[in-house]
């Protein structure tokens, strides 16, 4: 496989993260737009930032 014929492969892949992030960060918006007051926000805020081990 030479360049020629990856190229289209590498731009789908990255039309496909883009698309990906972009649909991770509306809902998380959304989520936190729906949340029923600030302490809920800041609940779900905590819960997200949260730093898994």
Do not use: H
């Not at 590498?10 to 496909?16: E, K, N, Q, R, S």
């Not at 698309?19 to 302490?39: C, N, P, T, V």
């Amino acid at each position: 496989m030479n360049l020629t014929e990856a190229i289209p492969l590498l731009i789908v892949f990255a039309v496909a993260l883009i698309a990906y992030d972009s649909l991770q960060k509306f809902f998380i918006f959304r989520l936190l737009y729906k949340a029923k007051d600030e302490k809920e926000r800041e609940a779900l805020l905590a819960i997200l930032t949260r730093r898994w081990r």
